[in-house]
């Protein structure tokens, strides 16, 4: 069965460093998320993308935050510099056309120190 | 502000027991409400997908309920087993036109105990 993979499954960067979370969905999605889960507390809504470019972002998404898809496969995540409150689980969901269902990865746990 | 409430935030149950968790949300428009089932440390995994008309939808031993008018829902687990636990989400996500953004519940921890 087809699913959402990501990389690195841990990542332990410092302070003010730059980091790529990458994303491989779905192969036939078209729209593509990315959350965020910080240690106990409730999965937040980051950004939305479809057609190359960006449906919908949160408030967290400033402009610390980008997000890209550089080929046909593969859907990034990039923090410029990174805060410790940065530190959380970072889940990407991708979904196809004509269905509400969201599939989720398996998530990069991003530690920065 | 859109928000979804889950209770409790925590139960244990003996195997093969039954148990139900419940949802409140107050998320405007409305276009679905989702039952995720998440193990520590992985992505959610989804259960139930119900739209504003529907009321109840099975996944084998999982039933969700939906009453939109009161913006309730629940989850009923039969006879649960050990692979039960995990922290079930409740999500609501606005109308189509609103985008698709997600607005997650804190999750409900069960535990089954054998």
């Known amino acids: 069965e087809p699913e959402v993979t990501q990389t690195p499954s841990h990542q332990v960067t410092q302070m003010g460093q730059e980091v790529i979370l990458r994303c491989v969905p779905i192969?036939?999605?078209?729209?593509f998320y990315w959350y965020r889960q910080i240690l106990g507390q409730k999965v937040e809504f980051l950004v939305s993308f479809y057609n190359n470019e960006i449906s919908e972002k949160s408030e967290i998404f400033d402009d610390q935050f980008s997000v890209e898809r550089p080929d046909g496969s593969n859907f990034t995540l990039k923090i410029r510099s990174t805060k410790l409150e940065d530190s959380a689980m970072y889940f990407c969901a991708s979904r196809g056309r004509g269905t509400y269902e969201q599939y989720f990865g398996p998530g990069t746990r991003l530690t920065v120190t | 502000k859109n928000q979804v409430e889950q209770s409790p935030q925590s139960l244990i149950i003996l195997e093969g027991k039954n148990c139900t968790l419940q949802c409140n949300y107050t998320v405007s428009p409305f276009s679905n409400l989702r039952w995720y089932k998440q193990d520590t440390g992985r992505g959610p995994v989804s259960l139930t997908i119900?739209?504003?008309?529907?009321n109840t939808k099975s996944n084998g031993r999982y039933t969700a309920t939906l009453d939109a008018d009161t913006k309730q829902s629940s989850l009923h687990i039969t006879a649960s087993q050990l692979s039960d636990s995990a922290s079930y989400i409740c999500v609501v996500s606005a109308s189509p036109t609103a985008g698709n953004m997600l607005t997650f519940g804190g999750g409900t921890r069960l535990m089954v105990k054998p």
């Open positions: 192969s036939n999605h078209l729209y």
């Open positions: 119900m739209t504003f008309s529907e």
